[in-house]
């Protein structure tokens, strides 16, 4: 994967990445699988280029890799040291899965929607994404009893509804989940989704979304550098 980061600043900002030896870590600590197998794992990852300087205004293209060789998951831990003292710990992950299966993968057990004013005219569509990282085609159920509850506890508003509660994800591709949040307080909301993979596991997403006033979407849309529905 390449990731590419540019420089805002106003000098050149020297980097440079730190694996487990460079920063005197037990990788026997970070091995996932057998004792031992640390130095094998810390070989599976790489990242070019590892050092330099980026100048101002300048942009920077990371290239991170990974070594597949043998059915797993591995994580190892890499710290970016900054200029000026600053530092970012990074946990690289790397999966591997049988040949002929689905994969969804799901980087975080939550997901928060944009601010949606109160009484929005029209709120707008917003989208949870399901990526299938296998080679075969996955199919998924958005469950409804949670949005069912929200909206009985709501006076039989939908305060969040799912419009397509089941789909099909083709091999290495993104689906998007659609969503309409109309919020009727000023709180953020959260409410637990389950969605089911067929053939798998069923896994629990929280979707988090924040009603808001009128007036405070130009607030919200400085802040975050998006528009607010209204």
Not at 12 to 21: I, S
Not at 47 to 70: N, V
Request: glycine share 10%; net charge negative.
């Amino acid at each position: 994967a390449v990731v590419s980061t540019q420089s805002t600043g106003k000098v050149p900002a020297k980097f440079r990445f730190l694996f487990p030896p460079d920063l005197c870590l037990d990788m026997a600590t970070w091995a996932q699988d057998e004792p031992g197998d640390g130095g094998m794992m810390q070989e599976k990852f790489n990242i070019e280029p590892r050092q330099g300087t980026i100048q101002p205004g300048e942009t920077l293209s990371l290239d991170f890799s990974y070594r597949h060789d043998g059915e797993g998951c591995d994580e190892l831990p890499v710290l970016l040291k900054l200029s000026r003292g600053r530092e970012i710990m990074l946990q690289l992950r790397g999966v591997t899965v049988k040949s002929g299966v689905a994969y969804p993968q799901i980087a975080h057990d939550s997901h928060t929607l944009h601010p949606v004013v109160i009484g929005a005219d029209k709120a707008p569509i917003q989208y949870y994404e399901l990526y299938n990282g296998g080679d075969c085609q996955l199919s998924y159920e958005v469950l409804p009893e949670s949005l069912e509850k929200l909206r009985e506890e709501n006076y039989g508003c939908d305060i969040l509804q799912c419009l397509q509660t089941s789909g099909r994800v083709a091999p290495h591709s993104i689906a998007q989940i659609p969503f309409v949040f109309s919020p009727l307080e000023q709180k953020t909301y959260a409410v637990e989704v389950p969605i089911i993979i067929l053939g798998g596991e069923t896994r629990k997403i929280t979707i988090f979304g924040q009603g808001i006033l009128p007036g405070e979407e130009k607030e919200k849309e400085n802040t975050l550098g998006i528009p607010v529905p209204m």
